[in-house]
């Protein structure tokens, strides 16, 4: 069975950055894309980005591109999503996962991801 770790959260400044990883452990699975999503407190949970295994590319939220970026590790079983210029609005538990199933490729859509991590808690202060 796969499980999706996720690590690095924490508390920080306004201004400040922070990496989070996922790590995927367990038996070998195929998988097309990657995910990053996050519920700030009260909300909905919301897309942050993702990267398609496939086709190589990355998908961001509007309101977060050029301050989030999401890249692959070398192996394929870890995934890191940096985070610059952190605001409080950030604040949320943060959550990676990913879809297994091929022909779920709206990636911006939570309902296409099968696997999910437990999620990190990112607390940013002002």
């Known amino acids: 069975q796969v499980q999706l770790v996720e690590s690095g959260g924490g508390v920080v400044q306004a201004g400040d950055s922070l990496r989070l990883s996922c790590a995927a452990t367990?038996?070998?699975?195929?998988?097309?894309?990657m995910g990053w999503f996050r519920q700030p407190p009260g909300k909905e949970r919301e897309f942050v980005g993702a990267?398609?295994?496939?086709?190589?590319?990355?998908l961001y939220a509007d309101a977060l591109k050029g301050r989030f970026t999401i890249s692959s590790g070398k192996d394929r079983n870890t995934a890191y999503l940096q985070m610059n210029n952190l605001k409080p609005e950030d604040t949320a538990v943060y959550y990676c996962?990913?879809?297994?199933?091929?022909?779920?490729?709206?990636?911006?859509?939570?309902?296409?991801?099968?696997?999910w991590g437990q999620g990190t808690q990112v607390t940013v202060a002002s």
């Open positions: 996962a990913e879809v297994t199933n091929l022909w779920s490729n709206d990636y911006y859509q939570a309902a296409s991801y099968s696997l």
């Open positions: 367990g038996q070998t699975v195929i998988t097309y894309a």
């Open positions: 990267l398609s295994r496939s086709a190589g590319g990355t």
